[in-house]
């Protein structure tokens, strides 16, 4: 199959190179010509530990109209900040029946990207948002990633739903981990992202200002983990309230990653392999606050405030984030406003699905 890959940081690299050994013609897109020229030169990535191989390149290019041409299957892994504005590159260079997957969407992506290319391309294009990311990775340096876990399942969905099953055979005849969700609300309200990241940073602000090294996962403790598990409850509770019953978190760790030991979160979050050794970010403007609140916690609280459930935590980890980093996450954010759902109650909302 012919496909593209959008974003080569490591979640890019790492899907590029496993692809390409399964088989498939992959290429490779980086808007930025220089992060990728290693890559470029040498057309391949090479993956240790979980997965291990060389994945072999069709095309590494930062080039958009290159990169998506003929492309059967179009994945991204760009950070969801960058969604919109991908979508409106990419509108006038897609063609008749191409598949785009968000990995992930995090919270409310494929309606996102789906309003913002179909205002600009009248194509028939397949929409759809994975939960997560496959792989637990590193690049260690351009074309070569640490593969430290593969998730065993990973759900997905397609705007409209009526195209999810289309969507789901493409994707599982390259590989076969995703799994149907019913919608892509379902997808959005399992950002466990949003739930593990930002807070254990907010927790962590004065050490990593003060360039105190720590593993982000391993260096887990019981207080944060039982926190995490407070914050999640808000979003179980949004779930409830638009019909749902979502998995806690920490179900959802046992669920994506096999043998996973441990009694509660803590321990599930300090054993698991697929976290080991992974070192928390060295300053406050990472992706764990500038992609997870605004396109994580911010969209929960508003569909939170849309179903009349009430999420102190979470609009506090919003207030104090946006203090600490002196930003305003409404302004682009995913607010109901920004992606034109603020008229819509909660029925409406749900049979647009």
Same mark, same amino acid.
């Given at each position: 199959?012919?496909?593209?890959?959008?974003?080569?940081?490591?979640?890019?690299? $790492? &899907?590029?190179?496993?692809?390409?050994?399964?088989?498939? =013609?992959?290429?490779? /897109?980086?808007?930025?010509?220089?992060?990728?020229?290693?890559? &470029?030169?040498?057309?391949?990535?090479?993956?240790?530990?979980?997965?291990?191989?060389?994945? /072999?390149?069709?095309?590494?290019?930062?080039?958009? !109209?290159?990169?998506? +041409?003929?492309?059967?299957?179009? &994945?991204?892994?760009?950070?969801?900040?960058?969604?919109?504005?991908?979508?409106?590159?990419?509108?006038?260079?897609?063609?008749?029946?191409?598949?785009?997957?968000?990995?992930?969407?995090?919270?409310?992506?494929?309606?996102?990207?789906? =309003?913002?290319?179909?205002?600009? $391309?009248?194509?028939?294009? /397949?929409? !759809?948002?994975?939960?997560? %990311?496959?792989? !637990?990775?590193?690049?260690?340096?351009?074309?070569?990633?640490?593969?430290?876990?593969? =998730?065993?399942?990973?759900?997905?969905?397609? /705007?409209?739903?009526?195209?999810?099953?289309?969507?789901?055979?493409?994707?599982?005849?390259?590989?076969?981990?995703?799994?149907?969700?019913?919608?892509?609300?379902?997808?959005?309200?399992?950002?466990?992202?949003?739930?593990?990241?930002?807070?254990?940073? &907010?927790?962590?602000?004065?050490?990593?200002?003060?360039?105190?090294? *720590?593993?982000?996962?391993?260096?887990?403790?019981? !207080?944060?983990?039982? *926190?995490?598990?407070?914050?999640?409850?808000?979003?179980?509770?949004?779930?409830?309230?638009?019909?749902?019953?979502?998995?806690?978190?920490?179900?959802?760790?046992?669920?994506?990653?096999?043998?996973?030991?441990?009694?509660?979160?803590?321990?599930?979050?300090?054993?698991?392999?697929?976290?080991?050794?992974?070192?928390?970010?060295?300053?406050?403007?990472?992706?764990?606050?500038?992609?997870?609140?605004? $396109?994580?916690?911010?969209?929960?609280?508003? %569909?939170?405030?849309?179903?009349?459930?009430?999420?102190?935590?979470? +609009?506090?980890?919003?207030?104090?984030?946006?203090?600490?980093? =002196?930003?305003?996450?409404?302004?682009?954010?995913?607010?109901?406003?920004?992606?034109? %759902?603020?008229?819509? $109650?909660?029925?409406?909302?749900?049979?647009?699905?």
């Amino acid at each position: 199959m012919d496909i593209t890959i959008i974003g080569a940081g490591n979640g890019g690299q $790492t &899907m590029a190179g496993h692809f390409a050994m399964l088989g498939h =013609k992959v290429n490779l /897109y980086n808007r930025t010509h220089h992060k990728i020229a290693p890559i &470029m030169a040498q057309k391949s990535i090479l993956l240790n530990e979980a997965i291990q191989g060389i994945g /072999y390149l069709h095309t590494v290019t930062s080039n958009l !109209a290159e990169a998506v +041409d003929g492309a059967e299957l179009i &994945m991204v892994t760009t950070t969801a900040d960058a969604h919109r504005e991908l979508a409106e590159k990419i509108a006038p260079l897609v063609s008749e029946g191409q598949i785009i997957i968000l990995n992930p969407g995090r919270t409310l992506g494929a309606i996102e990207f789906a =309003k913002t290319i179909r205002g600009l $391309t009248q194509k028939r294009i /397949y929409i !759809a948002e994975a939960q997560s %990311l496959i792989y !637990a990775c590193r690049a260690e340096m351009p074309g070569q990633v640490r593969v430290i876990g593969v =998730k065993d399942k990973v759900p997905l969905a397609a /705007y409209p739903c009526s195209t999810t099953d289309h969507v789901i055979k493409v994707i599982n005849s390259v590989y076969s981990c995703f799994v149907k969700a019913d919608n892509v609300l379902v997808t959005s309200l399992e950002n466990t992202g949003a739930i593990l990241h930002p807070s254990v940073i &907010m927790f962590n602000a004065a050490a990593i200002e003060r360039g105190q090294r *720590f593993y982000f996962y391993n260096d887990m403790t019981p !207080a944060i983990a039982d *926190f995490l598990e407070q914050i999640d409850n808000e979003r179980l509770q949004i779930g409830k309230a638009f019909g749902l019953n979502l998995r806690s978190v920490s179900d959802w760790v046992s669920y994506a990653y096999s043998n996973i030991k441990g009694d509660n979160l803590c321990e599930k979050i300090r054993d698991n392999p697929a976290y080991y050794k992974i070192l928390a970010p060295y300053t406050l403007h990472n992706r764990l606050l500038l992609e997870d609140i605004p $396109t994580g916690v911010l969209p929960y609280t508003e %569909l939170g405030h849309l179903a009349g459930v009430k999420t102190p935590l979470m +609009d506090s980890t919003l207030h104090i984030t946006q203090a600490l980093l =002196k930003m305003d996450f409404r302004m682009k954010g995913r607010t109901l406003h920004n992606l034109g %759902l603020d008229k819509m $109650t909660v029925k409406v909302f749900l049979d647009q699905l």
